[in-house]
């Protein structure tokens, strides 16, 4: 009877995470890092190694890339060919990696990010500097393990004879682990190991004056010395890398901006592309053109300014806007201890010399080894040929090899490997004048001995063949920096000018949210009329503003907008203007109280807020300077179901006016209101009655008596009064009475406006009725009087909303945006 099967009955959460640990141990240990001792990931070690062991040396002809691929994939990688090429690929590319540790005949990828030609086209060998990181690997200096099929060995790590990690950097992405370490220049890293190696508590700034900062292959120029400073000292920074870009003069009083460095890992066809659109869609005036002009001599890019452009605005605005000005993020994270570490510059240069000093002892152990074993045969030759006729004749007397060395074992006291060596020696070397050669050699052995003896014995004498080994490679290998570092991360400071085409326009807003920029052009089209707007809704602002302007948009929820006027939609003045919520998102029955055009935020203005609860806000204007504005930002902070009636722009110095539903108003001088901030909430401005509330709220300028004031009530009554008719009085008062009470069907304030005299006053009914009302056509009233009927409410409706026709306004004329 067959045996029952094994099931384990297991929690699927439990498999998962079992599978998930092993799979994310694997992806870290032999993938995504680098080892901290050679700074190559596995299928990079894999295919030098497999490059050194083909003798596909630099020293050699080249060989196609697809015979060392094979090799790596059938011997050491068992992944797909691709990935192992991929790898090839960037350890060949100059853009890419420091100083290169493959060299590659054939198209290997650009700098624009062309992919490299397939690998049966293409032919590869080590380059000279890799010999470094393998050299004396035969020597047993690095363990080895089975490969995948247990046929072979691979080794763990490379001798790495100069400190690859931080000479080339490294990138990669694990599970729960990244790394992002950039290339230095090689002369600068060999002497911070050497300066860590003389003085083991050396602090980071004394390292980084040896060590200044990255050095890219690609050059550029670094900013941030903190930055550098903090990434150096925890693992983790970021520094901000930008191109060399220099403006060049042009014939008829134009200039040309001239990039022949980018910054690491940016792709310069990308970067171009993006350039040019930028000219395209106009983000950004004064360029005619762009160019990618580079060639075998090196790289250029061109950017052709139009006449009397501004070249540092332009310059300024493409380090802001482009790759050409990017952020490096350091994240120090390598593999130390078969665990991922972040590594400070002290840790990497400790994990460094470590390894070496293990590569040193080992491969002076294997030499020592070797020279012991070879002046133990050079002593039995010596000792064999002064000796050599007795020795000759028990050879001769002997049956065989075997006979023969135990015979000459026994007669004249050699060791098995000096009778070993003796049987194998060739007749030729039994001259008289060979032993001279054999004394010297022992000599030299011994001598050999001596120094490996006291290599292993001595630290200082193994830290300082490390030191001269280090300095080889340096003078071999030395190459001037690249990349430029400076101290200070620069401010990019753009005129809006450079930014947008400087034009007069036509910016319009309705109550309920539709906005727009219309051309002059447009509007003269169409002599200002036929104007697309839905019914029930009104033009809250018409203004002739610059491209360079700015307004702000304040809504009744206490919120505002922030929108410079060139990223408006362009609409026909006959078209629908662009919800607001295109631009921002807005709550449903959310509307546009009041709109500021802004040419500076520095003047000293305020915005005066009213709240339908009584509230009143004053702030600084300057508050109000967004710089980022991708959402509605709070104008004022409201309670409860409260809303802003209205906001008025003073210089400081006004008089304010407030006036309820109940037909109460209260005058006083806005200096009783106290400066508060962006986000407050304010203060109480009129005391009110249960169900009465704050119809509107005016301010005047000067103390001018003869300020026509209008008030229309629910019933369709309208009543025109002078500011003669009211005291001064302070700040959250109860205020006087502007109508007669009536017991019967009392007259509620809906509409009250400061009116001039070319003013229109609209209004609608709840029949959806709109009617116009010119205020100066009102005979003037006292406060005690209702005013007079301008519709019949059984036939039009009750009035439920009232509003001051917005007038086309040339603002910065008269440098006053303060109208009310």
Do not use: C
């Amino acid at each position: 009877m067959a045996s029952a099967e094994k099931f384990l009955d297991l929690p699927l959460e439990d498999v998962i995470g079992d599978r998930f640990g092993r799979y994310s141990k694997y992806i870290i240990q032999d993938r995504a890092l680098p080892d901290a001792r050679d700074g190559l990931k596995p299928v990079q070690r894999r295919i030098l190694f497999a490059m050194h062991e083909e003798k596909n040396t630099f020293d050699k002809a080249f060989r196609k890339s697809a015979k060392t691929v094979g090799t790596v994939i059938g011997n050491y990688h068992p992944h797909g060919d691709s990935s192992v090429y991929e790898a090839m690929v960037r350890l060949s590319q100059t853009w890419k990696v420091r100083n290169v540790l493959v060299e590659m005949h054939g198209n290997n990828g650009s700098v624009d990010g062309d992919p490299p030609a397939a690998m049966r086209y293409t032919e590869a060998r080590l380059s000279s500097i890799s010999s470094e990181l393998l050299r004396d690997i035969d020597k047993e200096t690095v363990d080895y393990i089975p490969n995948f099929d247990d046929t072979i060995d691979e080794p763990v790590v490379l001798p790495a004879r100069f400190p690859n990690l931080l000479v080339n950097g490294s990138t990669g992405i694990s599970a729960g682990y990244a790394t992002d370490m950039p290339p230095h220049n090689l002369d600068e890293v060999i002497d911070a190991v050497i300066k860590k190696i003389d003085k083991p508590a050396v602090s980071i700034e004394e390292l980084m004056q040896i060590m200044k900062g990255p050095d890219f292959p690609t050059g550029g120029i670094i900013q941030g010395k903190e930055g550098l400073k903090q990434a150096y000292e925890t693992g983790k920074g970021k520094i901000v890398v930008r191109g060399k870009a220099k403006v060049e003069p042009l014939r008829g009083n134009k200039e040309m901006i001239v990039i022949d460095e980018i910054p690491y890992e940016v792709n310069k066809a990308v970067l171009v592309k993006r350039m040019d659109e930028l000219r395209i869609d106009r983000k950004v005036e004064g360029i005619a053109e762009v160019r990618d002009e580079t060639d075998r001599t090196g790289m250029r890019i061109v950017i052709e300014l139009k006449k009397d452009a501004d070249s540092s605005g332009v310059l300024h605005y493409l380090y802001k806007n482009t790759d050409l000005q990017i952020t490096y993020h350091f994240n120090m994270v390598a593999i130390k201890d078969k665990t991922p570490t972040l590594l400070n510059l002290t840790g990497l240069l400790d994990a460094y010399i470590s390894h070496q000093k293990e590569v040193v002892t080992r491969q002076s152990q294997f030499d020592l080894r070797k020279a012991q074993e070879r002046s133990h045969i050079v002593e039995g030759l010596i000792k064999a040929i002064s000796i050599l006729d007795e020795l000759i004749a028990t050879i001769r007397a002997s049956k065989d090899k075997q006979d023969a060395k135990r015979q000459i074992q026994a007669a004249f006291g050699f060791t098995d490997p000096q009778a070993e060596a003796i049987v194998n020696l060739q007749l030729y070397r039994l001259t008289n004048t060979d032993i001279t050669s054999l004394q010297q050699e022992a000599e030299e052995l011994q001598k050999k001995i001596d120094y490996l003896q006291e290599v292993l014995g001595n630290e200082q004498k193994l830290f300082s063949v490390i030191k001269n080994d280090l300095k080889q490679i340096k003078k071999k290998y030395t190459t001037p920096r690249m990349t430029k570092i400076e101290n200070q991360i620069e401010e990019l400071k753009i005129n809006l000018e450079v930014m947008v085409a400087s034009e007069d326009v036509l910016v319009s807003v309705t109550r309920d949210g539709y906005l727009k920029r219309t051309s002059l052009r447009s509007y003269a089209a169409s002599n200002g009329e036929d104007f697309a707007m839905k019914e029930e809704d009104h033009l809250v602002g018409l203004l002739e503003v610059n491209t360079t302007d700015t307004v702000l948009l304040f809504t009744n929820r206490g919120r505002y907008i922030f929108a410079p006027v060139h990223t408006l939609p362009d609409i026909r003045w006959k078209d629908l203007g662009q919800h607001a919520s295109n631009l921002v998102s807005l709550d449903k029955g959310e509307t546009i109280t009041r709109v500021f055009p802004i040419r500076s935020f520095d003047e000293e203005r305020y915005l005066v807020f009213f709240t339908k609860n009584g509230m009143i806000k004053r702030s600084e204007l300057k508050l109000y300077e967004a710089q980022r504005y991708s959402k509605a930002l709070v104008a004022v902070n409201l309670k409860g179901d409260d809303e802003v009636v209205n906001v008025v722009m003073t210089t400081g110095d006004s008089e304010v006016f407030i006036a309820t539903n109940r037909g109460y108003g209260l005058w006083y001088h806005e200096s009783e209101v106290t400066p508060v901030g962006q986000r407050a909430a304010g203060v109480k401005a009129i005391q009110l009655k249960p169900e009465e509330y704050v119809v509107n709220g005016i301010v005047f300028n000067q103390l001018d008596l003869a300020v026509n004031l209008l008030i229309l009530t629910q019933r369709g009554a309208a009543k025109r009064m002078t500011l003669q008719d009211f005291e001064i009085s302070s700040r959250a008062k109860r205020g006087q009475i502007m109508l007669r009470e009536l017991k019967k069907k009392p007259h509620r304030i809906v509409g009250f406006v400061k009116a001039e005299p070319e003013d229109t006053v609209s209004f609608m009914t709840d029949t959806g009725s709109q009617h116009q009302l010119n205020p100066m056509e009102l005979s003037k009233s006292d406060r005690y009087s209702n005013g007079s009927f301008v519709i019949d409410t059984d036939i039009d409706g009750e009035v439920v909303d009232v509003w001051k026709q917005a007038n086309y306004r040339k603002v910065f004329e008269d440098n006053d945006a303060s109208e009310s």
